[in-house]
């Protein structure tokens, strides 16, 4: 079957502007993760979905960072007033659940360039 | 606070030379660790986990608790085993990873 999905791959935009980034989980997978990798950093986890509600958004950077996820599946990272630091690559994972033993499938990524 | 370290960012062997990957961890409770591996051009994926302890592509790592470490290794390296490995524990209830910093394998020919 497909697995997970990101678009854009690549987005390049101007300091100030806002961007969407779109993930589409594995089918039938309730847990959907964003992590961020960027240079210096590594991997950051930024937050998680149980369904549709957001449990843990402990990683989210700054305000200018929010999420949704919509009927269970598709999630939208929404970055507003884009910063050069937020070029980065954006990362989502899905798995059937969280806790257990779950593994996270990830997708290709969104390599975000702010100019 | 839960922490992850891998001290190497590149590990250079060459063919047929043994490999060790180095990740030491801080957790307060029993941790669960993980390996995952970017190729090239490809996703991030699993490589194997503690919990199973399976060999997977001739590797294998051992949860070492008194020394809180959860290091790669593997007897041979390939060249097709050149790619950034990520050490990474599950933090809390919500499954999610907390990864170290990466290391560049590089198997020479």
């Known amino acids: 079957g497909a697995g997970v999905s990101q678009s854009p791959s690549n987005k390049v935009t101007e300091k100030g502007k806002d961007v969407e980034l779109r993930c589409d989980p594995i089918?039938?997978?309730?847990?959907l993760y964003w992590y961020r990798q960027s240079l210096g950093q590594g991997l950051e986890f930024l937050i998680y979905?149980?369904?549709?509600?957001?449990?843990?958004k402990s990683g989210l950077p700054s305000d200018r960072f929010s999420a949704e996820r919509t009927g269970g599946s598709v999630s939208t990272l929404t970055i507003q007033r884009t910063q050069q630091e937020d070029s980065a690559v954006y990362l989502c994972?899905?798995?059937?659940?969280?806790?257990?033993?779950?593994?996270?499938?990830f997708g290709p990524g969104t390599r975000l360039t702010v100019l | 606070a839960q922490r992850v370290t891998q001290p190497e960012k590149l590990l250079s062997v060459f063919k047929g030379a043994p490999v060790e990957l180095k990740c030491n961890y801080s957790?307060?409770?029993?941790?669960?660790l993980f390996w995952y591996v970017q190729y090239s051009r490809q996703r991030l994926q699993l490589l194997l986990r503690?919990?199973s302890r399976e060999s997977i592509k001739g590797f294998t790592a051992d949860l070492n608790k008194g020394e809180t470490s959860f290091h790669l290794k593997k007897p041979f390296a390939q060249e097709e085993d050149s790619a950034m490995y990520y050490c990474?524990?599950?933090?809390?209830?919500?499954?999610?990873?907390?990864f170290g910093t990466g290391t560049l394998l590089a198997v020479q020919p």
């Open positions: 994972a899905s798995s059937l659940a969280a806790g257990g033993p779950y593994e996270q499938f």
């Open positions: 089918s039938g997978h309730t847990a």
């Open positions: 979905f149980q369904g549709n509600s957001a449990p843990d």
């Open positions: 957790y307060s409770g029993s941790p669960e």
């Open positions: 503690h919990i």
């Open positions: 990474a524990l599950v933090g809390g209830a919500t499954n999610k990873l907390i």
